[in-house]
């Protein structure tokens, strides 16, 4: 089993939808969790941190399920600019980055 | 500030060949780590340095090491280069050592092609 899961998508949406995906992982000792936002052919930066008790960030929202071992991404009024690869990331001693799950944001 | 700067940008070698790959981090970090992120895949962690000394290592082989600078910067090595070491190999630099902050700054990347 892989250390951490995600859906890979596409989710393609229109312009104000909102989207949600989630993703797994497999060492309940994990200890941090992070969104990284990824577009096309550059590098991975910091979207969001997620905190046990959800957390929100203009119009995303993060949330833990620490008994089922997941995090989700919500996001809401998608805009254009939201089409991107979101990375899931699981903290133990190491940053585990899942492979990604990809949106796209149609006009 | 200058961020984190990598060096080449683009590389193709052939099946056997080594490469060596730079990393400068953003100014004041002491960590730096290494990621290769093939195609489709998110990144997979290679090597992580603190303070000169390695902090942590990735399930590559032995093919691959790294070292940290006195000044932090950082180098890559890869030996007998494989057609599926391809990829875009990301070094990413934090102030500290620890992993609780889970912020990482990403260079652009080298992108390898192995022929």
């Known amino acids: 089993r892989k250390e951490v899961e995600q859906d890979p998508g596409p989710f393609n949406v229109p312009e104000g939808a909102t989207v949600a995906f989630n993703c797994t992982y497999s060492n309940s000792a994990s200890q941090s969790f992070f969104w990284y936002r990824q577009d096309c052919r550059k590098e991975p930066k910091l979207l969001m941190s997620?905190?046990?008790s959800g957390n929100e960030d203009g119009r995303f929202t993060a949330q833990l399920n620490r008994a089922s071992q997941y995090i989700s991404l919500l996001i809401r009024d998608s805009k254009l600019s939201d089409s991107a690869t979101y990375l899931c990331v699981v903290v133990d001693y190491k940053l585990s980055f899942g492979a990604g799950t990809t949106v796209t944001v149609r006009a | 500030d200058a961020g984190v700067t990598q060096s080449p940008t683009h590389l193709i070698k052939t099946r056997g060949q080594h490469v060596t790959l730079r990393c400068s981090p953003i100014?004041?970090?002491?960590?730096v780590s290494w990621y290769q992120q093939v195609l489709g895949q998110g990144p997979q962690f290679i090597f992580q340095y603190y303070e000169k000394e390695e902090r942590g290592r990735g399930n590559f082989p032995d093919r691959f090491s790294a070292r940290q600078f006195p000044n932090y910067s950082s180098e890559l090595n890869v030996n007998a280069l494989l057609l599926g070491d391809s990829a875009l190999y990301l070094c990413?630099?934090?102030?500290?050592?620890?992993?609780?902050?889970?912020?990482?700054?990403f260079g652009e990347g080298s992108r390898l092609t192995v022929l």
């Open positions: 100014s004041g970090h002491k960590s």
């Open positions: 997620v905190y046990s």
């Open positions: 990413a630099s934090r102030r500290t050592g620890g992993t609780n902050t889970g912020e990482l700054f």
